[in-house]
């Protein structure tokens, strides 16, 4: 894309990269070369040579310690921050929260595992970036060429679990490409969920009212007479009679075979929708 190519063109001259390149040919007297001049295959440090996989650490390290592309007042670093001390460590109540009663203990784990899917996602997006800035650097000190940026710092399409659940997120800034974006998506969606896709029926969707009925405990000849009600189905006038009770017992079949089938669809397509 020609947007990821235009930041990557310019990305070794943003100021907090600058410095960092001007340190590294400093120190290891590295000449400024052209993309047409043969590439620098071997660094020294005090008549040493220094193994490329160890200069690439360095430049690493520099990235992560010295470029903060976020603004001071930006949530999403205070947020990266904290993900960073706090990833994977484990829940502790202390003090007065020692006596919570064990629901509210349970409701403060799920809470803390939601966020630590969060600071994982936060975490990995973070340092995945100051990898790839720092491979750029890399490149461009002993190549002079400059790389194309990741697709991923315009857009991003990923998947994370939610109660062990996957769920597919969309991240997008102003210069991504939509038409891109939801390639990426499908592709995803297909790999994650499979490409077969079950349909929501209109039927499906008049039956969850009913089904709703149900698991809230509504008896089961009121829930029969509300779908006859709104169907406007017509009974026989002679409540006493026969015919009146096979009528009603076949739209009460009737009801019971589509909430059967629609716990079916969605059992299928909305796992998260579970019995109480």
Known sequence: MKETKVLGALLPSHPDLIPIIQELR????LAVISPERDPI????YEDKIIPLEDFRKEIFDL?????????PESKFRNLYKQAKINLGKPLQFKGFARVFPKEIKNLFKSLYDYLQ???????EIVDKQNQEIADIIYIHLLTGETQEAPADWLSKVGVMKIDEEPVI???????????????????LYSKTFGKHRPKVTDTVVSTAYFLAMKRLKQ???FIVEEYIRLNKFRLPRDFSS???LAV????AQRLKKRMQRTEKVLAVIGRDIKQP
Request: no cysteine.
């Open 63 to 71: 990235v992560v310690e010295k470029v903060d592309f976020f603004a």
């Open 242 to 244: 026969g015919r009146y």
């Open 117 to 123: 899917h969060i600071f994982k996602l936060v975490v």
């Open 26 to 29: 400093e120190k290891y007297q």
């Open 248 to 251: 009603r017992q076949k739209y």
């Open 169 to 187: 997120f969309v991240m997008a800034s102003q210069f991504a490409d939509p038409e891109h974006i939801v390639w990426q998506f499908r592709e």
């Open 41 to 44: 295959e071997e660094i020294y």
């Open 219 to 221: 008896p089961w000849e």
